[in-house]
């Protein structure tokens, strides 16, 4: 995960270890460097810039420089830089209403992972709660079976239109109902995707959003898209008010941008992860530990 990123990152912070007394050019060359690596890492240029402006600042205190280990305070203030980028040092998962049934609405591209991710949250939630994974594309049978297969492969509750159903509104309200009359207090309504951003898929979403009132509405994206998913993510909640990201496809490649850019694009923040294709695969994200992962 990252892993570009992170030797980058050690390349950076790496020239001033073995310095011993730093100067501020031994440390303006390293924020060059973690510059290099932002950009390189796909981070927007307006978040690297901010960043490393905070970092210089900082690193270039008297008594940073003066100190006996100034390597390392600067390493803890990258950190630090990077927990309150990411958002700040709470770990973020679903907030639940404060009488169920928690709503959570989710919503993305085709191809991003929201199918799969609805389920995955389900299967983490199964503990502690009972919750209730809805279908919610009219047009695309194929989307409502592979959501009812994969909650069936999970275990936990399934409500999809029947064939032919064309009413939207109608079957928000029945998966309410259904999810009352057998106390799941958590549903996590799957909607369609598309392949682009287009005013119809808008209009569907916001009219769910009317139906449901969703405690969550969170957007699923490919981090391997980079800056093109923050942009869909500025996209989506200009129309809808996200109340959280999930990046999906951490474990390939992804260089970075997306995660780190996110917060400060389009301030939504990243509640979860997707670190794989198994229904296990996910993480409730966490600032902190993904800061020390790329620190190494
Ligand atoms: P949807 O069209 O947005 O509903 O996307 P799907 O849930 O159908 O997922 C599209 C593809 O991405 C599937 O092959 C998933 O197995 C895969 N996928 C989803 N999340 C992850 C992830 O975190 N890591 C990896 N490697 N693959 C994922």
Same mark, same amino acid.
């Given at each position: 995960?990252?892993?570009?990123?992170?030797k980058?990152?050690?390349? !950076?912070?790496g020239?001033?270890?073995?310095? =011993?007394?730093?100067t501020? *050019?031994d440390?303006?060359?390293?924020?060059r460097?973690?510059?290099?690596?932002?950009?390189e890492?796909d981070v927007?240029?307006?978040?690297?810039?901010?960043?490393? #402006?905070?970092? &210089?600042?900082?690193? @270039?205190?008297? *008594?940073v420089?003066?100190?006996i @280990?100034?390597a #390392? #305070?600067? #390493?803890?203030?990258?950190?630090e830089?990077?927990?309150?980028?990411?958002?700040?040092? @709470?770990?973020? =998962?679903?907030?639940?209403?404060p &009488?169920?049934?928690?709503?959570?609405?989710?919503v993305g591209?085709q191809?991003?992972g &929201?199918? @799969?991710?609805?389920?995955?949250?389900? &299967?983490?939630?199964k503990?502690g709660h009972k919750?209730?994974?809805?279908?919610?594309?009219?047009k695309r /049978?194929? %989307?409502?079976?592979?959501?009812?297969?994969?909650?069936?492969?999970?275990?936990? =509750?399934?409500?999809g /239109?029947?064939?032919?159903e064309?009413?939207?509104?109608?079957?928000?309200?029945?998966?309410?109902?259904?999810a009352?009359s057998r106390?799941?207090?958590?549903?996590?309504?799957d909607?369609?995707?598309r392949?682009?951003i287009?005013?119809?898929?808008?209009?569907e979403?916001?009219?769910i959003?009317? $139906?449901?009132?969703?405690?969550?509405?969170?957007?699923?994206?490919? !981090?391997?898209t980079?800056?093109e998913?923050?942009?869909?993510?500025?996209?989506?909640?200009?129309?809808l008010a996200?109340?959280?990201?999930i990046?999906?496809?951490?474990?390939?490649?992804?260089?970075?941008?997306?995660?780190?850019?996110?917060? %400060?694009?389009?301030?939504?923040?990243?509640k979860?992860? =997707?670190?794989?294709?198994k229904?296990?695969? $996910?993480e409730?994200?966490?600032?902190?530990?993904?800061?020390?992962?790329?620190?190494?």
């Open positions: 995960m990252l892993d570009t990123l992170k980058r990152f050690e390349k !950076a912070l020239l001033l270890k073995n310095k =011993g007394k730093l501020e *050019e440390v303006s060359e390293a924020v460097e973690v510059r290099r690596a932002l950009l890492g927007s240029l307006k978040v690297a810039k901010e960043l490393t #402006q905070k970092i &210089k600042e900082r690193a @270039t205190q008297r *008594e420089l003066d100190s @280990t100034p #390392q #305070q600067i #390493q803890a203030i990258v950190y830089e990077l927990v309150n980028l990411m958002g700040g040092k @709470t770990s973020k =998962g679903i907030v639940f209403a &009488k169920p049934p928690t709503v959570c609405m989710m591209l191809g991003a &929201k199918t @799969t991710t609805c389920v995955k949250i389900a &299967k983490k939630l503990g919750p209730l994974v809805v279908a919610c594309d009219l /049978p194929a %989307a409502v079976e592979q959501l009812q297969i994969l909650a069936n492969t999970a275990g936990v =509750g399934f409500f /239109p029947k064939a032919g064309g009413d939207l509104k109608k079957l928000i309200r029945d998966a309410m109902e259904y009352a106390l799941h207090d958590v549903i996590i309504l909607t369609a995707g392949l682009h287009d005013d119809e898929l808008m209009r979403l916001v009219e959003k009317e $139906i449901a009132s969703p405690t969550e509405i969170m957007l699923v994206l490919d !981090a391997m980079g800056q998913a923050i942009r869909v993510a500025e996209a989506f909640h200009g129309e996200l109340t959280g990201l990046l999906t496809k951490m474990d390939g490649d992804a260089r970075g941008g997306a995660l780190l850019s996110a917060k %400060a694009v389009a301030d939504v923040p990243v979860y992860i =997707g670190v794989g294709e229904l296990d695969d $996910i409730v994200f966490d600032p902190e530990q993904m800061a020390q992962r790329i620190l190494g």
